[in-house]
């Protein structure tokens, strides 16, 4: 299955992905809190990293959504393996830095770490929001092509911080739809499995869309699907999605993330990347080769 060439083309996508999520974090980020309304009688249509918003960021910085992932990506890179304690460390370290943006529900359960060791969150109806899905690209990319790795990296770092079984839901998906799009489905497979989603969970439906782009994680999810399967290039994919408002830099993450994965890196806008922090790509990019590298598909070549 991974041959020479397959592998260059999962680390193109996967690449992809993870630039695509720092691209949307950063984009999404100036849109924050805004309503559809307001964006279009401000801007038309927002198709340019700026910065501003109200964390009022430098052009190109990302935010939490990037921060946190890059956390994940740091513990596996640095132990050369899954520690969900490494990555609760990275989580608190990151949080005593003073981070630009941190959402409560993160707050709250990356503290009971620091205080009481807590690894897992007790569960809890009201912690279905979208924290836990937004950083989970480094736990796909380390289980690429395995299923049961998925699963298991990718609950227990939700757990950390979000024990609900929506989120849950929404986390495994979006990780399952990442290794299927990272080796090369096609949109009629992505959709299927989505279909899948709905019909365990209806709440997830997106079909007729209702708009809302919140941090409630089924806003979220209705949001990046209804603008993944309506666009046709990864640019519209991502504008579409962040013009929505309201939680715009989770959304435009977790859809750049699949857009990414799915359209590969030729297809991300060069002015996109060349206006982010390049720190953050540089770091990306190192990353990237090494969670490729050291995942299951990395060891069949």
């Known amino acids: 299955m991974f041959n020479q060439y397959n592998l260059d083309e999962i680390r193109n996508r996967a690449r992809a992905a993870f630039i695509g999520m720092a691209i949307g974090d950063a984009l999404g980020a100036t849109l924050e809190f805004m309503t559809a309304t307001e964006i279009a009688a401000k801007y038309g249509t927002f198709r340019d990293i700026t910065g501003g918003?109200?964390?009022?960021?430098?052009?190109?910085?990302?935010?939490?959504?990037?921060?946190?992932?890059?956390?994940i990506a740091r513990a596996i890179v640095k132990n050369q393996a899954w520690s969900t304690e490494a990555v609760a460390d990275n989580f608190a370290t990151w949080l005593k830095s003073r981070?630009?943006?941190?959402?409560?529900?993160?707050?709250?359960?990356?503290?009971?770490?620091?205080?009481?060791?807590?690894?897992?969150?007790?569960?809890?109806?009201?912690?279905?929001?979208?924290?836990?899905?937004?950083?989970?690209?480094?736990?796909?990319?380390?289980?690429?092509?395995?299923?049961?790795?998925?699963?298991k990296y990718v609950i227990e770092q939700a757990h950390i911080t979000h024990n609900n079984p929506v989120s849950d839901a929404a986390c495994l998906c979006l990780g399952q739809l990442l290794h299927m799009t990272i080796c090369g489905a096609g949109k009629n497979r992505v959709r299927r499995h989505v279909d899948g989603l709905v019909t365990r969970f209806p709440t997830f439906n997106f079909e007729p869309y209702r708009g809302l782009a919140t941090g409630y994680i089924v806003d979220t999810m209705q949001t990046v699907f209804h603008w993944f399967f309506l666009g046709n290039s990864f640019?519209?994919?991502?504008?579409?999605?962040?013009?929505?408002?309201?939680?715009?830099?989770?959304?435009?993450?977790?859809?750049?993330?699949?857009?990414?994965?799915?359209?590969?890196?030729?297809?991300?806008?060069?002015?996109?990347?060349?206006?982010?922090?390049?720190?953050?790509?540089?770091?990306?990019?190192?990353?990237?080769?090494?969670?490729?590298?050291?995942?299951?598909a990395g060891s069949m070549i």
């Open 53 to 71: 918003g109200w964390l009022r960021l430098k052009s190109g910085q990302v935010t939490d959504d990037t921060e946190m992932a890059l956390c």
């Open 99 to 151: 981070p630009v943006d941190c959402g409560d529900t993160c707050r709250k359960g990356i503290r009971a770490y620091m205080l009481k060791g807590q690894l897992e969150s007790p569960p809890n109806e009201w912690d279905a929001g979208n924290g836990a899905a937004m950083r989970i690209l480094p736990a796909a990319l380390f289980s690429l092509p395995d299923e049961e790795l998925l699963k």
């Open 235 to 296: 640019e519209e994919c991502l504008v579409g999605t962040v013009n929505q408002g309201g939680d715009a830099d989770t959304t435009g993450a977790i859809c750049g993330m699949l857009a990414g994965a799915y359209y590969g890196m030729e297809a991300i806008p060069r002015r996109w990347i060349k206006k982010m922090d390049s720190t953050v790509i540089a770091e990306i990019e190192i990353m990237v080769e090494r969670l490729v590298a050291a995942s299951p």
